[in-house]
């Protein structure tokens, strides 16, 4: 054979394995590079295993709760719970039992009998394994989230975790797995779906006001300076040192996921990724930790196109001074919803401005619509949610409400033996987003493609819905 044609079947073989290697990178799961995109293959489901899509349970006429993790968010948790109908308190669980004592009160106070303590690392196998347990509600740090989880599920209980639900793919994973294997609801503890603008806006979005929704945002921008010292164990920083991408997205990538109906009839399909250098990070892990490097940036900002053509920017900043943001914009064919820092709605000029010349030097008309206007639409459009629970819900409290909201809507399809809100799916998708970033970014922001955790099925319920 010449020397030529040696040469150029080499460079072809080079060129397809190229195209198509595996990469030793610190991912979860194994990913190989194609047509210029990292791709990840979708297990098979396990013989037994059952999708989940609009899964319900029996109606149960009580709901017993554990809850495991008593630190800063779950004694309020356990004080929401007090507030709501059918519910038993039957466990508490954390590291330290003052923790727990200190969560037994909340239920002796309101004339409720204590509940059984459980505390240490492994206490919760113990809560997990009690009879009179049907629901786990966990409040931990990100790193057990799933560990704990996984656990309580396999004892046959649904599980509600806190955000994000999962640290990576291969977590997420074993959420949907065990979820299906099991059979059991596995529910994301999202709030902010639950938010005053944020329901008002999706019934908006899913009256038709903004026209086709095409690109929406959401954001986790809070700078968390006195915080850092007040996490048990360092968790956060911890982690926000030890990893790349969006670790806490789901505040902004949940109410919009909804928007856009993502597994509902279409499919987050692939996204790209790119992060500032950390310096506040950087310096804040050196005089908290002694390390010289911190892996999470300042700032960091994640693309997500989906099978429909849609585009989702979620951004996340815990680092810098900024006011307090989680932007929730909607841009549609005919209009547009803000939440941060200014909230309104814009809708198009013949609409709102009939009476004006156009005057091309007037950058202001295509300004929001006047503030009694949207005072309004926020009344017209209230969802039905906020109608039956919205003033209770700020009586109680948790963010303003939207917590309570959350956890009644818990409660409440349980009860009624309807599908959760938020499923297994939900869960995997709004929590995976952080590796896949880390991945992309690590590829200088190749395109990363986004599993369907659904296994096909994402196209199988018509549009989003909370269950009535
Ligand atoms: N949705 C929201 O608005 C919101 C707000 C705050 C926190 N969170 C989430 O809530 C979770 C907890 O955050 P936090 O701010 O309360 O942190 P935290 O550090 O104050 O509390 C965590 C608690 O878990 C306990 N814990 C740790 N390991 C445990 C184990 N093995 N068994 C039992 N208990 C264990 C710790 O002792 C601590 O009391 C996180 O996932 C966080 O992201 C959500």
Redesign the pocket.
């Given at each position: 054979m010449k020397f030529t044609r040696i040469v150029s079947i080499i460079t072809t073989l080079l060129i397809a394995l190229s195209c198509c290697k595996i990469e030793k990178t610190s991912s979860s799961v194994p990913y190989t590079i194609k047509d210029g995109m990292i791709r990840f293959e979708v297990p098979q489901r396990a013989q037994g295993q059952k999708s989940l899509l609009g899964f319900k349970t029996a109606p149960m006429e009580k709901v017993r709760v554990g809850f495991?993790?008593?630190?800063?968010?779950?004694p309020g948790a356990v004080e929401r719970f007090t507030y709501i109908e059918g519910v038993e308190i039957n466990a508490l669980?954390?590291?330290?039992p003052d923790?727990v004592a200190s969560a037994q009160q909340i239920l002796t106070s309101k004339g409720l009998p204590e509940a059984a303590s459980y505390?240490?690392?492994?206490?919760?196998k113990e809560l997990c394994a009690r009879e009179d347990i049907d629901l786990v509600y966990i409040?931990?740090?990100?790193q057990?989230?799933v560990e704990?989880a996984v656990g309580a599920m396999k004892n046959g209980k649904h599980v509600a975790i806190?955000?994000?639900a999962a640290t990576s793919l291969k977590e997420c994973w074993d959420l949907v797995n065990t979820a299906e294997r099991m059979q059991v609801h596995c529910t994301i503890?999202?709030?902010?779906v639950y938010d005053f603008f944020e329901l008002t806006a999706l019934n908006m979005a899913q009256k038709g006001l903004f026209g086709e929704v095409l690109h929406v945002e959401g954001a986790y921008i809070h700078n968390l300076e006195p915080?850092w010292d007040?996490?048990?164990?360092n968790?956060?920083l911890d982690f926000n040192q030890k990893h790349r991408g969006d670790v806490?997205a789901t505040?902004g990538f949940g109410p919009v996921c909804q928007v856009l109906d993502i597994h509902r009839g279409d499919r987050l399909d692939y996204l790209v990724a790119m992060d500032t250098k950390s310096v506040n990070g950087k310096a804040l892990v050196k005089a908290k930790m002694g390390k010289d490097e911190c892996a999470n940036a300042d700032h960091t900002i994640t693309l997500i196109r989906t099978a429909n053509g849609k585009m989702i920017e979620i951004q996340h900043n815990v680092m810098t001074p900024r006011p307090y943001n989680r932007l929730y914009q909607i841009t549609g064919t005919e209009g547009f919803a803000n939440k941060y820092p200014i909230s309104g709605f814009t809708f198009k000029p013949e609409n709102i401005d009939s009476d004006d010349v156009p005057d091309h030097e007037n950058l202001n008309s295509h300004r929001f619509i006047p503030e009694d206007a949207k005072e309004a639409l926020m009344k017209k459009y209230m969802h039905p949610i906020h109608k039956e629970v919205g003033e209770i819900a700020k009586k109680v409290g948790g963010?303003g409400g939207m917590?309570f909201v959350m956890d009644y809507r818990l409660v409440y399809c349980l009860r009624n033996g309807l599908p959760l809100d938020m499923d297994v799916y939900d869960a995997a998708e709004w929590s995976c987003v952080g590796e896949l970033g880390a991945i992309s970014m690590f590829h200088n922001s190749m395109p990363v493609e986004y599993p369907d955790f659904t296994r096909g099925e994402w196209n199988k319920i018509d549009g989003f819905d909370f269950a009535k």
């Open positions: 495991v993790g008593l630190g800063m968010r779950g669980c954390d590291l330290y923790r505390s240490g690392e492994e206490g919760w409040c931990t740090p990100w057990n989230h704990i806190e955000v994000p503890l999202e709030n902010c915080f007040e996490y048990q164990g968790w956060r806490y505040h963010h917590d």
